[in-house]
């Protein structure tokens, strides 16, 4: 897709910026971020979200392999 956006924007970067922010290509935080800033934060977002899924169930099988060695 970058190939077919810098054929299209080759003499308008201004004009690729806020087709990237319009059609969520590229996020904007005070400022439109780096690709890289922009995958930071979804794997973020991803690993956190993991992390609520699952969280409890690790918790859990925690306690119970806890009780079984105090036994």
Do not use: C
């Not at 910026?17 to 977002?45: P, V």
Request: glycine share 8%; hydrophobic share 45%; aromatic share 10%.
């Amino acid at each position: 897709m970058d190939d077919r956006l810098n054929t299209v924007f080759r003499q308008a970067p201004a004009a690729r910026l806020n087709f990237e922010k319009l059609m969520g290509i590229r996020l904007s935080w005070s400022g439109l971020l780096t690709q890289s800033a922009t995958y930071h934060i979804i794997g973020l977002i991803f690993i956190g979200a993991l992390i609520l899924t699952v969280g409890p169930t690790w918790v859990k099988q925690y306690h119970q392999r806890r009780r079984l060695r105090e036994r």
